[in-house]
Every structure is written in C-alpha cells, then in structure tokens.
C-alpha cells in the first residue's frame, strides 16, 4: 500500500483544485470578470495523480480541465487567479484571461496548446530532445477523448514507438467532446487498443481513482525513463459540468450524471482514507477547509493586483 502521508496528500490536492474550480465557477456567475472558465470537475484524480508522478524534472502539456498538475508542479492559485483575470501577474502577464496561457517551463509546465491535439507533436519534440541530450527526463502530455480522433495523435503514437520517445500520454476520457458523446465520436473505445497497434504500450485505469491513476503514471513514467518506450494510459471519467462555463449540458443524460457522482474522486478517496483509517473525517474535513482559505486568499491576491502596463504590449512578439 501507498504509504499514508502521500495518499492524504492527493486528497488534500484534489481539494485544492475542486475548491479552485467551484471558486472560479462561482465568480464567472457573479459576473467578477472572469475569461475562458472551463470546469475540470471530475478529472482531480486524472490531473493530481499524474502530476504527483512526475519527477521535477520532467516536463508535462497540461489541457483545459488538468488544474492539479499546474498546481502540483508549484504554479499558484495566485497564478492562476491572475491570468484568469488579466492580470500582469498571471504566466500569460494580461494576454490571455483563460485556463490556456499558463505555461511556465521553469516548473517544467508548456501552456495547453489549445489547437487539438497539436500538444503531443509538441511533447514528442520535448521527449526527442531528452532523448538525444541523454538527459532522464520524460514528457507527459494530455489529451481528451475527443482529441484521440484527430490524426495527429496517431502520427505521434506511430513515431513515439518507432523512436522508442520517453513520452507518456494520458488520454482523459470524460464521455463528451464538447456536445458529442463518445458512441459519436468512434466505434471503439479501447483507445488502449489503438496504442497497442501502434507498438505503443497501453494501460487504462479508472479516471475517478487517484491511486489507481498515480500508479499508472508512475510506473508509465519510470519505463518511458528507463528507455523502455512510449505509454499510452486511458483514464476514464465523466465530465461533470458543461464544455465551458457557457453550456448547461443539457444534452447530457441526468442518471448519467447521478451515477458518476456517486464515483466522485474526492468522495472516492475520502471514503477509502477514512474506511481504511488512513485519515479521520475531521482531518479531511481541516484540508477542505484549508483548501477554500487558500482559494480566497489567492483572489484576493489577484484581485488587488495590477493589470499589465500599456508599454509591455509588444513583449513576447517576434515578428
Ligand atoms: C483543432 C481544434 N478544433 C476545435 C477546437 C475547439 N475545441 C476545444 S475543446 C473541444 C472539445 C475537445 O473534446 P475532448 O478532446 O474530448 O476534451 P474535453 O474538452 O472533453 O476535455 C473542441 C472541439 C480546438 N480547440 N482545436
Ligand atoms: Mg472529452
């Protein structure tokens, strides 16, 4: 078994990112002026897991709705709060008032490269240039469900084995590609099956389990480190809101919702820490707490901070 501390550590991470996400939520609804806010709700298990597998020194491509693995590998709500609100203080320094432009390669983190699925061309670089700096490094990228579609991905599933890339990707499977279900989207959903014909070694866990998704990646992690080639992981999930905040999801089935709730990660690993005697309620309880201070803390932060100068606008272009 995980030892105790690391596994109280994702709960306490996973209610670090749900208090940010229904923070952020809340704020788009009271019109506190907010950019793009996709909700990441359901995935804390897939973002936090991941992101706790990862050496310091590995290097990850974040989507929409991975906020634990921005916050895991040290960006702050601070942060975050920041760009989402424009401000000078936010990775995107005002440019971009959304979950995307949140790159910062000193915590080892390349913005979502919103165009899909053009990130895992980009991670398969990263991964290439590990392999030929003989640097022990890994890449990780994310994808959703969705993005498995595009053709890109299989090119750099086919390349990944044929280089034997220390790349892993994770493939978010939430159900839904904006408003389209899964059975719409492909035939099959054994995307383990489509790494698998690529020569890419695959592994598909339960999306809603943090320790079943840290064990995955760690040791997906490890062999793609060891030169043991590329890992493809299907973690499964539901995406509990809409696309973005905009869409009620009203296409989507309301029993559909109820049962994945019942599977709710932190309802998940609460109940097992508890049943377990991991940890007490009440100790769980005093990390949810801390978790909303935190959030508040960090808007307010970001609330009081400035808005980029008016001479800084041409920073950052080069042509
Ligand atoms: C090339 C491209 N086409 C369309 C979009 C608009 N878009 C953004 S997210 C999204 C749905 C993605 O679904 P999925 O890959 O399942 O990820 P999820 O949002 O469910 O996490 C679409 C169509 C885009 N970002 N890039
Ligand atoms: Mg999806």
Redesign the pocket.
């Known amino acids: 078994m995980l030892d105790a501390r690391l596994r109280t550590d994702m709960y306490a991470w996973m209610s670090l990112t749900r208090a940010f996400d229904d923070q952020m939520v809340a704020m788009w609804k009271s019109g506190r002026g907010l950019g793009g806010t996709?909700s990441?709700r359901g995935?804390e298990a897939i973002s936090v897991g991941v992101g706790m597998a990862m050496g310091p020194d590995d290097v990850a491509t974040p989507?929409?709705?991975d906020l634990g693995t921005y916050l895991v590998r040290g960006m702050t709500p601070e942060r975050i709060f920041g760009n989402l609100l424009g401000r000078a203080t936010g990775p995107s320094q005002g440019r971009d008032a959304n979950l995307h432009g949140l790159g910062d390669l000193s915590l080892g983190i390349i913005g979502f490269i919103?165009?899909?699925?053009?990130a895992l061309p980009t991670a398969l670089g990263v991964a290439m240039t590990f392999r030929h700096r003989l640097e022990p490094r890994v890449a990780v990228t994310f994808?959703?469900?969705?993005?498995?579609?595009?053709g890109a991905f299989h090119e750099v599933l086919n390349m990944a084995a044929v280089w034997a890339a220390p790349l892993v990707v994770v493939v978010?499977?939430?159900?839904?590609?904006?408003s389209?279900p899964l059975n719409q989207?492909m035939a099959s959903a054994d995307i383990v099956a489509k790494a698998e014909a690529h020569g890419v070694l695959g592994t598909r866990v339960d999306g809603n389990d943090v320790e079943a998704v840290y064990l995955a990646a760690r040791d997906s992690i490890e062999r793609a480190r060891a030169g043991g080639g590329p890992v493809l992981i299907q973690a499964d999930t539901m995406?509990m809101l809409g696309?973005?905040i905009h869409d009620g999801a009203e296409y989507v089935p309301e029993g559909l919702l109820a049962d994945w709730e019942q599977r709710d990660p932190l309802r998940l690993t609460r109940n097992r820490l508890v049943e377990q005697r991991t940890a007490t309620p009440e100790a769980l309880d005093s990390l949810d707490r801390a978790a909303a201070s935190r959030i508040q803390q960090a808007v307010a932060a970001a609330e009081a901070a400035p808005f980029p100068d008016g001479d800084s606008l041409t920073d950052g272009v080069y042509a």
Not at 114 to 118: E, G
Not at 143 to 150: H, K, R, V
Not at 172 to 178: D, G, H, I, V
């Open positions: 996709f990441q995935h989507m929409h709705r919103s165009h899909i699925p053009q994808i959703g469900d969705g993005g498995t579609t595009a978010e499977n939430n159900q839904y590609a904006y389209t989207q995406r696309h973005a």
